[in-house]
């Protein structure tokens, strides 16, 4: 649960001792969306709407994986926390579910906490077919709460009675996991008694908790993990907190204990709560030895939603310099993604041939894969999001004297790097020799045309073994849900003013112009859309416009001017005068030929004009002063 870095003490006070009130459903507030807005992850989970922080009771059933996070479905700031929730087939595509955990519905302050699956009925819970699915939460003791049709809807157990209490001060973050071992049940809950800690708590029923022991460290804050992974023939436990530090250690009779208490990062960046990791948990109930984790990723933020999900990566333990560490890759399901692959092998590069390798690469969302022989570089690395004037928005740097990657040591082995990025439209995602290095970063790439250019660079000479770029699709064209009907091919993106999905269609406001674009351009066509000016000046239809909407023609319809009017930046085309009605519907038609122009309202027409100032451009949609909504976008 974050606590530091976002100044939430005094809205937390009045959730405390909020009163528990029963209504008839779940809340499902979310605006729709085509999860296309601006800097909206393409393949890492954001919350449909409002505002989402740590990982919640990460999971697997029957196909399924579920992910619940701490969520604050009304604004874009932390608020009251509620469980918010959704579920995957591939860990890849994910699916937007009606909220879990509810104030209101289930009591308590509903903070951070763990899951799992009662898959031999230990509760006695099991009432059909589906097994129990059991989830944790509370501060200063544990609330169990429980789901009966596959983690969807949770009721209260025993009324909110906390299940464990733990001793005095402050203590959250209940994460359960089993011990084969032993073949029972533990608990571990970060607590500030007598200092930072871990409680451990051991249980036969997953309902009745017995204090087993704690281990006292002064970097284990909040929201700790528990997880046994594979090491050398054997097992260890891997205890880590909220910040991504972790020990390796033994779990035996309820007691955690390491021979190297100095803990390492899973994630070598700067972690805290609101940075791009935190919060980490593993999911629990996987059929086999994989450990999967995702993280929450606090600094992304859009019109209708804020932070999202780390992508899902595989944890392993691997001995490094004599001890056991933990290495993540990509889950290997991303290849489900990959539309497109570009592939060179065996090149000798400096600086200048390793520019022009990449000259002809574009691409927006992306994953590149290189083997590199350095022995004779000073550095090489990766420039990306590049454009024609030179601006990149993010390098990522291997310095080969330094031994390190982007600042995190990296040794060479034999000479050898491996560099994997996963570019997303707001995260960077950097592992380095096969997860020795994982780092995760929000990026504010910019996704506006003519800048989606890959640059190698090279200090010295390398010899490149392999180097791959997969084009990845977008992971919400099978879940989002796009309001905007259109036969225009390629993302669109707001370049001025705000835009939303609404059930009517896109929806535009702002106090001057404002332009949602679409990346595909033409020349000569015919455009034609359904326009509803809902209050203020203008909505309109544009075509033929630049990147930023600097240069463009626009055909709108004008409520107070009373006009169908064709325009563009330094003049007034055409205009035909006609009364014009707000939250009335509009179908506006525009044919293109050269510089001829020829407009129609409703099937008639209205406007015979030429300008020869621009020739082609891109497709999109205006308002100006105001709100309106527009629909059935096409193009022929």
């Given at each position: ?8 003490g005094a809205a937390l006070l009045g959730v405390l001792g909020s009163s528990v009130q ?593 020739a082609s451009g891109q497709f999109g949609l205006n308002v100006f002063r105001g709100t ?9």
């Open positions: 649960m974050i606590l530091k870095a976002l100044a939430v029963q209504v008839p459903e779940p809340e499902f507030p979310y605006p729709v969306t085509n999860y296309q807005e601006d800097n909206r992850g393409q393949f890492h989970f954001s919350s449909r709407g409002g505002w989402m922080n740590d990982v919640n009771a990460p999971l697997y059933y029957r196909g399924v994986y579920h992910l619940y996070y701490q969520h604050n479905p009304h604004g874009l700031a932390w608020d009251t926390m509620h469980w918010g929730h959704a579920t995957s087939t591939d860990l890849v595509h994910w699916q937007q579910k009606p909220i879990a955990l509810e104030p209101g519905v289930h009591p308590g302050d509903l903070w951070s906490g763990g899951g799992v699956v009662d898959t031999h009925n230990v509760t006695g819970l099991k009432s059909g077919d589906d097994d129990p699915i059991v989830v944790y939460s509370g501060t200063n003791g544990v609330t169990v709460f429980y789901s009966l049709d596959g983690g969807n809807t949770f009721k209260t157990f025993a009324d909110g009675k906390k299940v464990v209490v733990p001793p005095a001060k402050t203590s959250r973050d209940p994460k359960v996991f089993w011990d084969p071992d032993s073949r029972r049940w533990g608990m571990v809950v970060w607590s500030d008694q007598g200092g930072n800690g871990a409680d451990f708590y051991t249980s036969a029923n997953l309902l009745d908790w017995t204090f087993a022991s704690r281990y006292q460290a002064d970097w284990l804050f909040e929201c700790p993990d528990m997880v046994r992974m594979p090491y050398e023939g054997g097992h260890r436990w891997v205890l880590s907190d909220g910040s991504g530090e972790y020990v390796v250690g033994t779990f035996a009779n309820g007691t955690f204990s390491t021979a190297h208490p100095v803990p390492a990062k899973i994630n070598q960046t700067d972690t805290y709560a609101g940075a791009g990791y935190y919060a980490a948990l593993t999911f629990g109930n996987l059929p086999t030895d994989r450990v999967v984790s995702m993280a929450w990723q606090g600094q992304n933020q859009g019109t209708s939603w804020t932070g999202n999900a780390t992508f899902p990566v595989e944890q392993r333990l691997r001995s490094i310099g004599g001890q056991p560490r933990v290495v993540s890759t990509p889950v290997p399901e991303i290849a489900g993604l990959r539309e497109s692959t570009r592939s060179w092998v065996g090149r000798t590069l400096d600086k200048d041939s390793a520019k022009r390798l990449l000259a002809g690469v574009q691409a927006d969302t992306y994953e590149i894969e290189a083997s590199v022989d350095v022995r004779q570089a000073r550095s090489i690395g990766f420039r990306l999001h590049t454009s024609p004037d030179g601006w990149s928005d993010r390098d990522v740097l291997y310095d080969v004297a330094a031994g390190t990657l982007d600042g995190t040591p990296m040794p060479a082995d034999k000479g050898r790097v491996k560099l994997r990025l996963l570019v997303d439209r707001g995260q960077l995602e950097v592992f380095g020799n096969d997860g020795e290095v994982y780092q995760s970063r929000n990026v504010n790439f910019d996704s506006l045309p003519g800048g989606d250019g890959v640059e190698l660079v090279v200090d010295g000479k390398v010899r490149l073994e392999s180097l791959k770029i997969h084009e990845l699709a977008s992971s919400w064209k099978q879940t989002g849900e796009s309001t905007l009907k259109t036969n225009i091919a390629g993302d669109w993106y707001p370049a001025a003013g705000s835009w939303t999905d609404t059930t009517g269609g896109k929806q535009g406001q702002a106090s001057g112009d404002a332009f949602y674009l679409s990346k595909a351009t033409g020349s000569d066509f015919t455009l034609d859309g359904d326009v509803r000016l809902v209050s203020g000046t203008a909505a309109a239809l544009t075509f033929r416009a630049s990147k930023d909407a600097s240069r463009h023609y626009t055909v709108n319809i004008d409520a107070d001017a009373g006009v169908v009017k064709l325009w563009r930046p330094g003049r007034d085309i055409a205009t035909y005068p006609t009364p014009i009605e707000r939250n009335r519907g509009y179908h506006l038609k525009v044919k293109a030929a050269g510089a001829q122009f020829t407009v129609w309202l409703d099937g008639k027409q209205v406007i015979s004009a030429s300008d020869g100032e621009i309106a909504v527009l629909q059935n976008v096409t193009r022929s």
